[in-house]
């Protein structure tokens, strides 16, 4: 079977173990330069207004604090904020460097208005835009626009995906993937690979400042696992998406983990970064 064991793509449902699994890959992807950029635009806490208040949408586990956080000026507050109770508990319990303090929010993050970031400097995503619609991502961006904060929102997949060597059916895969990406889910129909466009224009027709940049996976022979992880939600959610695609799906999968475990397949999957700053931020 080709289904994968820790993650199901396209999901707001994560497992620990599966976040582990992408967080080395996601740290490698993730544009340091943005985070510069953030750290430049902030303002000082050493100047007496108190801690940075960061809040971070969809936390995890807590990636983006332990990639984040040794980037910017200390001391920083930091509002962890997840819809999965066992997440933020695992959140919570994290070793942090001095400087660093942190409190939970378990709870929607789509309704949040200008008044819930009230005194926040800096608003953080990872992987999560993807698996919002268009109307959450624009309400996200307004409320970060009308309370002055700067985002910072992280991986949002692409569409891209590269393998070296070649099949025949990557393509016919990838393109399935893409469409199930955008699929529709109690009425509300998922971004997908649009979503890092859908926020940037949401910040732009508000006159925020804003960049984006590419934040690929580039896995090789040292991510076996997780690209087999990868490939196998991949290939499921294809198949799911396209029901006639189950016919090859087998043979199609064994050739690509025959080359993962030979460690010829190398494979990127594109992402995006996506920095607003508002006009008066923080």
């Known amino acids: ?47 007496g207004e108190g801690p940075l208040r960061i809040r971070d949408l969809g936390c995890g586990t807590g990636s983006m604090l332990r990639w984040l956080a040794p980037r910017l000026p ?39 208005g200008p008044a819930d970031l009230a005194g926040t400097a800096l608003v953080t995503a990872s992987a999560l835009l993807d698996l919002l619609d268009p109307a959450e991502v624009d309400t996200l961006a307004g409320a970060c626009v009308d309370a002055g904060c700067t985002a910072l929102w992280t991986l949002s ?7 070296d060597p070649p099949d025949r059916l990557d393509a016919e895969f990838a393109a399935a993937f893409d469409d199930h990406q955008r699929r529709t889910v109690d009425g509300r129909r998922l971004l997908g690979p649009d979503a890092a466009a859908v926020a940037y ?3 732009a027709v508000r006159g925020a400042d804003v960049q984006r940049r590419p934040s690929p996976w580039r ?17 499921a959610a294809a198949c799911v998406q396209q029901p006639e695609l189950a016919d090859d799906a087998a043979d199609y999968l064994a050739r690509r983990l025959a080359s993962l475990a030979a460690g010829r397949l190398r494979v990127v999957v594109g992402h995006v970064d996506v920095l607003a700053v508002p006009a008066g931020a923080r």
């Open 157 to 163: 997949v692409s569409g891209l995906v590269v393998m």
């Open 74 to 112: 200390v001391p920083q507050h930091w509002v962890l904020h997840d819809r999965d109770p066992v997440l933020l508990a695992r959140a919570e319990a994290m070793p942090r460097p001095a400087g660093i303090t942190v409190e939970t929010v378990c709870g929607d993050l789509t309704a949040l």
């Open 219 to 235: 896995l090789g022979a040292a991510d076996a696992a997780l690209t087999e992880e990868w490939m196998r939600g991949w290939v």
């Open 201 to 203: 224009a949401s910040f």
């Open 1 to 47: 079977m080709w289904d994968a064991r820790l993650s199901e793509p396209g999901s707001p449902e994560c497992t620990p173990d599966w976040l582990a699994l992408r967080e080395p890959a996601d740290a490698a992807g993730r544009a340091p330069e943005l985070a510069e950029t953030v750290r430049r635009r902030l303002p000082d806490p050493a100047a």
